[in-house]
């Protein structure tokens, strides 16, 4: 039996795991049970939901480099979709439930408070990393530009923790946390790239010194 | 005569191998059940972090300590008539730091806080004095004032308070004529406000007013709500109601009296200078750093309603600030 059948679980887990929060939050909300001021608690608990998938997502490349294990690599996607709508999802309680779409309200918004401005920023960049998800998408890119285009979802992970950082009154226990996650997957990622060229140009000496 | 069963048609049996793979069926099925359930349950627990969903269960009313319930009337003159934000949301959707970061953690660890006994130290420009909470509540006829209460985060509530002048608590106190500012000191206690183990803010809570906003006849020294005591998420057993101020200016749980010649360093306004002034008077026109303050929610309702000046109460104390520039003292 090979690999691929072997895991044909594992991303219609991810895909339904990933959808029981959304699901639990709706299911509250319809009992009441998102407390006095729901839509700041929907609105919370999307953000730190979209933070959690992002880092996930995140989290698979480095985990692949230290553990070694493929499977990390077959639900990134799955995880970064997921993240693309939580970070939705957090926007449009944002600007039709918080704001009531009042449009005037998010220039306005955008233009006094980096906060808002950072976060819609880390938005706007996961929009075409969302659309160009598809095995299709990196047939029609090839997959270097493809692959030069979707790290920039490190981008969007920093702006999300910057975003958070700026909105919590004081206790910025949390952002913290997951700044020094963000920072320790950077530095998996980066010593693991140092050791590629290393092995690269070591393997280049070798073929020199043979010749 | 009994016919045996006809064998079973060639389409109806089940091939070899997948006969074969069943095993490996269940296998798959349980680790994709196993899987979406323990990340489905992983997710929704961290996405509650910060905001905790609020206690399922609305707490129950307290009694009046000693003789019967307590007796009052509403004082109309003061009172609003505008619809009450209901008893649960008044008591489980809180900010007090000192029991929690959450807004609902106040209402699960309330129960920490032991409003009884209780003495508030009178001190400062004025004779000192240690008061028992009881005493000083039998001092005075209880009235009961419905006020709007606006969070500096924009969220606002209509609320039944219990309690009595402050005015009338300041009189019968005495104060020298050198007191210019009252500074009001809230429990420091890491035990009964277990948050106080966080560093975050300097403990205990210092929050204060200009001697003529606390003569005003609108601030109010808080006892109940709904007319039974305060429980400890709402600053049990004597917390500070000031209108027409952001809701961080109501000291909670207040355990000192200080009259000051001097402003009193409170607590916000020190750690964070740029977001929190010493004033705070509610004012749509000066935003919050991060957010606006030109509209509000009211709890319960879904849509924002326009911020008031003064909260609403610009007729009654809007004479208090006349010439002061209110952008720069917010």
């Known amino acids: ?45 999307l953000g730190m939901l979209s933070l959690v998938l992002l880092c996930s997502c995140l989290a698979c490349t480095p985990l692949r480099l230290v553990s070694g294990w493929t499977w990390p690599a077959r639900v990134r996607r799955t995880l970064g979709l997921a993240a693309f709508f939580a970070v939705l999802a957090h926007f449009l309680v944002y600007l039709v439930l918080d704001q009531g779409f009042d449009v005037a309200a998010l220039t306005q918004d955008l233009a006094e408070r980096p906060f808002i401005l950072v976060g819609f920023l880390a938005l706007v960049l996961m929009l075409p990393l969302a659309l160009t998800s598809t095995k299709r998408s990196i047939t029609a890119l090839g997959y270097p530009a493809w692959s030069r285009l979707h790290k920039s979802v490190y981008l969007v992970g920093v702006l999300g923790v910057v975003h958070f950082y700026m909105r919590v009154k004081k206790d910025t226990s949390l952002p913290i946390a997951f700044g020094a996650l963000l920072s320790l997957m950077f530095v998996v990622r980066f010593v693991a790239a140092h050791q590629k060229r290393r092995a690269r140009r070591l393997r280049a000496r070798a073929d020199l010194d043979l010749t | 005569m009994s016919s045996s069963p006809s064998p079973p048609k060639p389409s109806e049996v089940t091939p070899q191998p997948l006969y074969t793979r069943r095993r490996e069926f269940l296998e798959q099925a349980g680790l994709f059940v196993a899987t979406s359930a323990g990340l489905g349950a992983g997710l929704t627990a961290l996405s509650s972090l910060g905001s905790a969903d609020p206690p399922v ?18 004082n109309r003159r003061w009172s609003s008539g505008e619809p009450l934000t209901s008893y649960e949301a008044i008591t489980t959707y809180n900010n ?22 209780w003495t508030l130290e009178v001190d400062g420009e004025v004779r000192p004095r240690t008061l028992d909470v009881d005493t000083l509540i039998r001092w005075f006829d209880l009235e009961e004032r419905v006020y709007r209460m606006r969070c500096i985060e924009a969220w606002s509530m209509v609320i039944p308070w219990l309690g009595f002048p402050l005015a009338s608590l300041i009189r019968r106190l005495e104060p020298s004529a050198s007191a210019k500012y009252v500074e009001f000191t809230t429990l420091l206690d890491p035990v009964q406000l277990p948050n106080q183990e966080s560093r975050l803010l300097p403990w205990p809570y210092v929050e204060g007013l200009r001697m003529d906003e606390a003569m005003h006849p609108l601030t109010f020294v808080a006892v109940g709500l709904y007319g039974s005591p305060l429980l400890g998420q709402n600053g049990a057993p004597l917390r500070l109601v000031v209108p027409w101020k952001y809701g961080f200016k109501g000291a909670k749980s207040i355990v000192r009296l200080r009259f000051m010649r001097d402003q009193p360093a409170t607590t916000w306004s020190s750690v964070a200078p740029d977001e929190y002034g010493f ?32 909260n609403g109460y610009a007729a009654e104390v809007a004479h208090l600030y006349r010439g002061l520039d209110l952008v720069r003292n917010y």
Do not use: C
Request: charged residues 25%.
């Open chain 2, 57 to 74: 269960k609305p707490p129950e009313r307290p009694e009046a300590p000693g003789k019967g319930p307590w007796k009052f009337e509403r």
């Open chain 1, 1 to 45: 039996m090979n690999q691929r059948s072997r895991l044909a679980w594992l991303v219609p887990a991810v895909i339904t795991g990933t959808l029981v929060p959304f699901g639990v939050m709706g299911w509250r909300a319809a009992q009441g049970r998102l407390g006095a001021n729901p839509i700041a608690t929907a609105l919370n608990q």
């Open chain 2, 96 to 117: 007090f730091y000192e029991l929690s970061f959450t807004k609902s953690g106040p209402a699960e660890l309330g129960y920490l806080l032991k409003p009884r006994p």
């Open chain 2, 279 to 310: 004033y705070a008077n509610v004012n749509p026109e000066v935003d919050h750093p991060r957010w606006s303050q030109k509209n509000e929610r009211r709890i319960g309702e879904l849509e924002r309603r326009p911020t008031l000046l003064y």
